[in-house]
């Protein structure tokens, strides 16, 4: 079955980057969109953006873009989210995230990772 | 981009009682409608697509409804599994994809 998992927690400054990983296991990984969604505390779920591995070519929220980079290794089968210029309000948990349905990133999501926690703190 | 909201916030219910939430869309989203569940410390678990099919596994105590702007996620007899948070999300525009800020489902 597919699985998702995320790299481990992490802790970062302000104005920094953090880079965080989702290896899929489980299906073909190139046909597939991965989106990640991030929750701050208490609060809502809030897609970033999306990426299908085979195609390269990742579409973002408007609200990240220009801060996000999320890119794909298909050797590896994993999947990368890089935020930058962090800020305190991007303390979240943020999830990877996969549908059943090949080759859009305009669906629903089957699949989760289980997430990692950043947390943007001076 | 599409707006979504939840009503209400927080429902309280008793086990074996019917549970019915909202979701409404700012524009129309068609049937392009999913429905997850979260538990405390856990990732979101899909429920329901296109408005009205239920994902794989999931009971028939769940059911979805609507299309265009007006959707309703029904739990037909609460379980005590079921207490949870609800989020619908819309899957027919984007950039970005959105989600509600969901519904509390708690015990009575």
């Known amino acids: 079955q597919v699985q998702l998992v995320q790299s481990g927690a992490e802790v970062k400054k302000p104005g920094s980057s953090v880079k965080v990983s989702c290896k899929a296991s489980?299906?073909?990984?190139?046909?597939?969109?991965i989106s990640w969604v991030r929750q701050a505390p208490g609060q809502g779920l809030e897609w970033m953006g999306g990426i299908i591995p085979i195609f390269g070519t990742a579409n973002y929220a408007q609200k990240f873009q220009g801060r996000v980079t999320i890119t794909a290794d298909e050797s590896t089968s994993t999947a990368y989210m890089e935020l930058s210029s962090l800020r305190s309000e991007d303390t979240a948990v943020y999830y990877c995230?996969?549908?059943?349905?090949?080759?859009?990133?305009?669906?629903?999501?089957?699949?989760w990772g289980q997430g990692t926690l950043v947390t943007v703190s001076s | 981009e599409i707006v979504m909201t939840q009503s209400p916030a927080t429902l309280s219910v008793s086990p074996g009682e019917r549970a019915t939430l909202s979701c409404r869309a700012s524009?129309?989203?068609?049937?392009?409608l999913a429905w997850y569940q979260q538990k405390p410390g856990q990732a979101p678990r899909l429920l329901i697509y296109?408005?009205?099919t239920r994902a794989t596994g999931i009971p028939a105590r769940f059911s979805g409804s609507g299309s265009g702007t007006e959707f309703t996620l029904t739990i037909s007899s609460l379980q005590s599994e079921d207490f949870a948070v609800y989020y619908c999300q819309q899957y027919n525009n984007w950039p970005p994809l959105t989600f509600g800020p969901g519904t509390k489902v708690d015990i009575k």
């Open positions: 524009q129309s989203v068609s049937s392009n």
């Open positions: 296109g408005a009205s």
């Open positions: 995230a996969r549908p059943s349905q090949k080759f859009t990133v305009t669906t629903v999501f089957d699949y």
């Open positions: 489980g299906g073909t990984f190139s046909s597939y969109a």
